[in-house]
């Protein structure tokens, strides 16, 4: 028996990323969020909901970039770090002992230590409300190269990224192999 | 030292979320998507990616609604079969051996089986390339009764959802909690 729990924003899980952008001085900032998904395959593109009053929203719409930095578990103190503080009254990446590097391909900087960066060119800006959404065009991605799988894939335990979930406010990390996608529900397909 | 691996959704991690919607002659049907997120809090609303292609894709257009059915884990045979067929060919619910349950305050079907269930009704179309972005409000969240944890919100372990791994096309649990969010990083603010 479903409960109803009203209007609210409860899906599960939420990525738990940081977003990186320049300000109009060129100085480095990052904020994490939880609102946001890959949204179209072709051309790849991933999108990042932000509130118009935090720093990095004006970051990514004056520069037209932005990255997506995917940190490990073992980041989290730091990533939440991220999400409470503001790049208008501080050097964020200097707080939280975080180094930021330049995109190859966009101008915006990401944060060294985590093991994998999304650079995107803002390509659409959606208003929705209280968030802004800024859809980005992937124009390259990047891992720590012993990070691969065999198959040269980014692994995702190896990554060991966060999820966030929404309501009780918690981080949680990956768990097991629970199949393989377009595979473990074949035989269903030929009932 | 990173390593480029190009222009792909090669974000992690992603959600696994199963679309469901009415066609036109009223009958239910659901897909299972990874490319989606919540992207607004004020009105709370959720972005989900489908292919112009798909079946689902013309049903919530048409219909103007949808739902978002979350699986636990041990539902992950029945959500990759309802990510390779097509409601085209045959009923998914019947062949999956899911039941289509009405949505309360939308016209669309959710997974009755499935632990939580978020309706959405259609807000904005943004067609991005391959795929297309469907925007919903969310208008209720309606989660088994007995997962909700002490404080009275969803637990994310007693949901148990998925993620995906795009590049390795592989579905994972959740593990263990990683901290507290707004709350793990407060040391740093006071250095």
Redesign the interface.
Known sequence: ???????????????V?CVGAYDTDGRPNAMTI??????????????V?L?AATYTHGCVAARGAFT?S?PS?HH??????????SGRDMDKFA??GLTPARA?FVDAPYIAEFP???ECRLA?T?E????T?F?G?????????GL??D?G????PG?D?????????????????????????????K?
Chains 1, 2 share one sequence.
Do not use: N
């Not at 065009?137 to 190269?145: F, G, N």
């Not at 894939?153 to 995702?156: M, V």
């Not at 990224?161 to 397909?189: D, K, Q």
């Open positions: 028996m479903k409960t109803s729990l009203g209007a609210k924003t409860l899906a599960m899980p939420t990525p990323w939880a609102w946001g998904g890959i949204c179209c395959s072709k051309p790849p593109m991933l999108a909901a509130r997506v995917v578990a989290v103190a730091a990533v939440d770090f991220l999400g409470l503080a707080a939280a190859e994998m960066v999304i659409q959606v929705l409300g209280l968030h959404q859809i065009e992937i124009v390259d991605v990047k891992i720590e190269a691969l799988d198959a894939h980014p692994s995702l990554v990224p966060l999820v966030f979930s929404p309501g009780s406010r918690g981080y949680y990390r990956i768990g097991e192999s629970a199949g393989a996608a377009f595979s473990c529900g074949r035989p269903l397909l009932k």
